[in-house]
């Protein structure tokens, strides 16, 4: 049984920073690639950032481009999302996902993904 369970979200004012934290068991993390994607009220989920299962390879969407840093501790079984210069539409619902069989082609889509986290809510004030 996968379990992902999200912690580090919080309410922050815009400008603040986040790291938040994916704790994953019941697969050997470190041979999978992970994802953050995010949920905001009345939208549609979106892919924020990828990572590889060695960490070589990193994605991330345009908006969060040189604010965002995903990363990973294979050791600890943990991915973590540092977040930077945060603004108000960051605000959300961050989910982290372990990475199927396709997600080298589809890991900035639901369909990359098979197992995924509850969700941590994040809010930023303006």
């Known amino acids: 049984q996968v379990q992902l369970v999200e912690s580090g979200g919080g309410l922050v004012q815009a400008g603040d920073s986040l790291r938040l934290s994916c704790a994953a068991s019941?697969?050997?993390?470190?041979?999978?690639?992970m994802g953050w994607f995010r949920q905001a009220p009345g939208k549609e989920r979106e892919f924020v950032a990828a990572?590889?299962?060695?960490?070589?390879?990193?994605y991330y969407t345009d908006s969060v481009k040189g604010r965002f840093t995903i990363s990973r501790d294979n050791a600890k079984n943990t991915v973590y999302l540092q977040m930077n210069s945060l603004k108000p539409e960051d605000t959300a619902v961050y989910s982290c996902?372990?990475?199927?069989?396709?997600?080298?082609?589809?890991?900035?889509?639901?369909?990359?993904?098979?197992?995924w986290g509850q969700g941590t809510q994040v809010t930023v004030s303006s």
């Open positions: 996902a372990l990475g199927g069989r396709s997600w080298y082609s589809d890991y900035d889509v639901r369909g990359g993904y098979d197992y």
């Open positions: 019941g697969r050997p993390f470190s041979s999978y690639a």
């Open positions: 990572i590889s299962w060695s960490g070589g390879d990193t």
